[in-house]
């Protein structure tokens, strides 16, 4: 089974590497990270385990969840006023022996945007009607250990964006038409424990799907590949503190529409309650630095994470998780 999963993946890669960098994508904000933690550490979470932001990263990392139900959900002040706002749960019946089950929702507020439509006046067009752009994406995943080191997981995602109405001229007049699109996007990923110390490995495809259409216009989704690494440094440096932790990981990104991307985040944890995080990313030039903290009591989990934004300010992001 391993072998055949390693297999599959490989193939997906191949044709990943295969295709040709396009200019631009669509559905872009299935690309945008909403989850407080993720992004405080420059999103690099593809190697984490028993993770509860799992479905937005790799949805292997929930294959070794500890606890039988987590819940979370983020709001993401995103740039220009567009809000984003994502949630998932995940179940772990029988400890995992059967496998984990997942939920997830995003859906995207993009405001308020004024309509036009050319015209043959001083300005050269008039206004038509305001319009209100929507974008929702609806999953479902499923992710087991084969073994006590080598996970699995894969989502399907129903992703839906709306454009808002624009009205056309005509021979006869005008007509308006709905600039809507939708589409299946599948989402994999692996992860594996080496058994030395605490590295692990990790590796996700997201947003795999057919060609979308708007009009006559096609476009692909925000296809991404992700290798990745972690580990616990205090695993490897002894400064006798207990119930500590320095955990340090890296991502290598290969998105379809965008140069290649390090990324290299760093979490500190002090007696479990805790979480100082900081993260940079090589290849971005406007939000390569990230800071946030996190705490943990009883159960519940308050996330919040920094990102300085260039010319369109911060973005900030705050994610509650619960777990029992």
């Known amino acids: 089974m391993k072998t055949l999963m390693l297999i599959f993946l490989f193939i997906i890669v191949t044709n990943i590497n295969a295709q040709q960098k396009l200019a631009q994508t669509g559905f872009n904000f299935l690309s945008v990270s909403n989850d407080a933690r993720a992004s405080a550490i420059g999103e690099a979470v593809t190697s984490f385990q028993n993770y509860s932001g799992a479905l937005f990263y790799n949805p292997a990392s929930m294959a070794q969840m500890d606890k039988f139900f987590n819940a979370n959900f983020s709001i993401n002040q995103w740039i220009a006023d567009i809000k984003h706002i994502t949630a998932s749960m995940i179940i772990s019946p ?39 752009p929507t974008a929702l994406a609806v999953g479902i995943g499923y992710a087991k250990m084969l073994n ?46 080496t058994g030395f110390k605490s590295i692990t490995f990790g590796m996700s495809v997201r947003n795999f799907s057919k060609e979308v259409k708007y009009e006559e216009e096609g476009f692909q989704l ?47 944890q002090f007696m479990n309650i805790i979480y100082l995080r900081g993260g940079y990313i090589i290849g971005n030039y ?14 519940f989990n308050i996330d919040y994470s920094y990102t300085p934004y260039g010319i369109f300010n911060n973005v900030q992001r705050i994610t509650a998780r619960i777990s029992f």
């Open 94 to 132: 029988f400890n995992g022996d059967m496998g984990v089950i997942g939920f997830s929702i995003q859906s995207v507020d993009y405001g308020e945007v004024e309509g036009t439509m050319v015209a043959n006046n001083e300005k050269g067009y008039v206004d038509t009607k305001i319009m209100k």
């Open 148 to 193: 006590d080191k080598f996970g699995v997981g894969g989502q399907v995602r129903y992703v839906y964006q709306k454009l808002g109405e624009s009205i056309v001229p005509t021979k006869d007049g005008t007509v308006e038409k709905e600039n809507k699109a939708n589409a299946l996007a599948f989402d994999f990923g692996t992860v594996y424990k």
């Open 222 to 268: 925000p296809l991404n590949f992700v290798i990745g690494i972690s580990a616990n440094l205090f695993d490897f440096v002894n400064v006798g503190l207990n119930n500590q932790t320095l955990l340090v990981s890296i991502d290598y990104t290969h998105p379809r529409s965008r140069p290649e991307q390090l990324k290299i985040g760093t979490e500190y």
């Open 286 to 299: 406007e939000d390569n630095i990230t800071f946030g903290v996190g705490i943990t009591y009883s159960g």
